[in-house]
């Protein structure tokens, strides 16, 4: 019987290296891709994950191939990215990217290549539920655990794809890297958004757009006065570093009114809050909610996640109410809701209460 054939999507990465490993033991014709997405800012990085993805492609006796997405790549991540920030919402580009890019496009080569599924090295896994229906299922590792940023895959590429490494703990897989001598087995984890390896977000907005990001006012939550701040895409909800705000106590960033390009400026107690309305929501473990149902919710990847239940529900926007405050909830974020270990669905955060 003919192999069945998978393209893995490879980033020089421990984590994707075993996954393709994985793959080959279980006796599936691999195909490794490196997506050559952003060299502008981070081309030595760049060049040598292709360099390192290589290696291991060739030590496991497997196809390799380096694809171009580069255009698709600035077109719908990094021009989302920059008018996101610029409408004073925090993006979250790798939850973009991951639909868009690591799946639609990776899908795309696939096919091209008779392929009949794509892999990643994500810590998550995928199962066909009793209601015929694929979901995202949470790894066996919670400090990995992926799930938040893969919200947003729909139904069709669920169907053609396979994550190997979801039921593994990240030491297990580094072991398992050693154990077969890859030279990735002990590479450091990536952290940064990998167009943006420096973190100066607000400095790769401003190269990266038309528009002239003005100074504006501080103001408290009456709209009094308290100093200027250097342009809105240098803040975010929740941000208390670099506000150079003499107080006598710590405050926070609690708003952006992009209206009047005011930076609104607040207490800790101000941060918390019970209510949030997520719209483009994506269905997956479910076909649709209503009113009244409970999930955990999680508003950020690092959110451990908590209770709430559904006030508001329509087929593109979900309204939540938690059980106790939120802290932090930000606009452009995702509220991503789970029904056990799996992913119910998801949507982009627009506001809070």
């Not at 919402?89 to 091209?112: D, Q, S």
């Not at 995202?136 to 919200?151: E, F, G």
């Amino acid at each position: 019987m003919e192999k069945k054939k998978v393209v893995i999507g490879m980033s020089g990465g421990v984590d994707s290296s075993v996954a393709a490993y994985l793959l080959k033991e279980q006796g599936y014709d691999v195909i490794g891709v490196t997506m050559h997405i952003w060299q502008k800012e981070n081309s030595n990085n760049g060049m040598q994950a292709e360099v390192d993805a290589k290696k291991v492609a060739d030590a496991l006796g497997i196809d390799y191939r380096v694809v171009n997405f580069e255009e698709e790549f600035k077109a719908t991540v990094v021009e989302y990215f920059v008018k996101e920030y610029l409408s004073g919402r925090t993006p979250n580009p790798c939850n973009v990217c991951n639909r868009y890019i690591k799946w639609e496009c990776l899908l795309r080569t696939a096919r091209g290549l008779g392929a009949d599924y794509v892999a990643t090295g994500h810590y998550a896994r995928i199962d066909k539920l009793d209601n015929g229906r694929y979901a995202i299922c949470n790894s066996i590792t919670s400090k990995k655990d992926q799930t938040y940023a893969l919200y947003n895959l729909t139904q069709e590429q669920l169907m053609h794809t396979i994550m190997p490494i979801g039921a593994y703990e990240k030491d297990d897989i580094r072991k398992m890297a050693a154990d077969i001598s890859l030279d990735v087995a002990s590479k450091a984890d990536s952290q940064d958004i990998c167009f943006i390896p420096d973190g100066d977000y607000a400095t790769f907005i401003r190269n990266n757009c038309d528009v002239i990001i003005e100074p504006g006012e501080f103001v408290d939550k009456e709209g009094r006065v308290l100093g200027v701040h250097k342009g809105i895409t240098n803040y975010t909800i929740g941000q208390r570093k670099g506000l150079n705000l003499a107080m006598g106590h710590p405050v926070f960033v609690t708003d952006i009114d992009t209206d009047r390009n005011r930076v609104v400026i607040g207490d800790n107690e101000d941060l918390f809050t019970k209510r949030v309305k997520a719209v483009d929501f994506n269905y997956m473990a479910v076909g649709n909610i209503e009113r009244g149902q409970r999930f955990v919710g999680k508003v950020r990847y690092a959110h451990k996640g908590d209770w709430c239940t559904v006030i508001n529900a329509t087929k593109d926007c979900v309204e939540v109410e938690f059980d106790e405050p939120v802290r932090a909830i930000t606009p452009g974020q995702s509220l991503v809701l789970y029904e056990g270990n799996y992913v119910a669905g998801g949507g982009t955060i627009t506001r809070s209460v």
